[in-house]
């Protein structure tokens, strides 16, 4: 049973370069999460779908910062322009329609910008 | 302020060895709590989820405790494994419609030593 996949597993960029994560949910799950992980800050949710519609995207840092879910197995999160504070692991995760189960996380994309 | 609190922050034991992490949190009223376990280099894997109802929850040699009065919570290690080795996050679900919105706390490191 496949879990959710994150690609790539590792990104180095320079400065002002766009970055796309990628991310495929479990199967059948009707919601997604984006999540940042810095030592300061652990993990921070950046913005969840409920059957692919942006629900909420406070915690987006920045309008540098974009995420989409076109379809119910694919959803990408963008950054443009990337700056170096934007260095973190981006894990992507994914839950059924019940608040009471668990989200499964991806192994995260390690994102360096230079 | 974090509303998600975890003590120690780290912890060295031997194999063997029992162990219990603590975890204080300020989310009110809150819908269910939960401990996650992260590997080095992976996203974090649900060990437990305890409704606000609950007052502990095992899963293998990991057992929750849920104190709702206190608002604390604690996870037990039994007869710590080397595979234990990783951070574990507490995790807090917000009642209502944030449901998904889950607050993390900044983890305990745990090392354990042959």
């Known amino acids: 049973d496949a879990g959710v996949i994150q690609s790539p597993r590792h990104e180095v960029t320079e400065m002002g370069q766009e970055v796309t994560l990628r991310c495929k949910p479990i199967?059948?799950?009707?919601?997604l999460f984006w999540y940042r992980q810095t030592m300061m800050r652990g993990l921070e949710l950046l913005i969840y779908f409920n059957n692919n519609v942006p629900i909420d995207d406070s915690g987006m840092p920045e309008d540098r910062f974009s995420a989409k879910m076109p379809n119910a197995s694919f959803s990408t999160l963008k950054i443009q322009p990337s700056e170096p504070r934007d260095s973190a692991v981006y894990f992507c995760?994914?839950?059924?329609?019940?608040?009471?189960?668990?989200?499964?996380f991806g192994d995260g994309t390690r994102l360096s910008i230079l | 302020k974090n509303q998600v609190e975890q003590s120690p922050q780290s912890l060295i034991i031997l194999e063997g060895k029992n162990c219990t992490l603590q975890c204080n949190y300020t989310v009110s009223p809150f819908s269910n709590l939960r401990w996650y376990k992260q590997d080095t280099g992976r996203g974090p894997v649900s060990l437990t989820i305890m409704t606000f109802s609950e007052n502990t929850k095992s899963n293998g040699r990991y057992t929750a405790t849920l104190d709702a009065d206190t608002k604390q919570s604690s996870l037990h290690i039994t007869a710590s494994q080397l595979s234990d080795s990783a951070s574990y996050i507490c995790v807090v679900s917000p009642y209502g419609g944030a449901t998904n919105k889950l607050i993390f706390g900044t983890g305990t490191l745990l090392a354990v030593q042959p």
């Open positions: 199967s059948g799950h009707d919601y």
């Open positions: 995760a994914s839950s059924d329609k019940y608040s009471n189960q668990p989200q499964h």
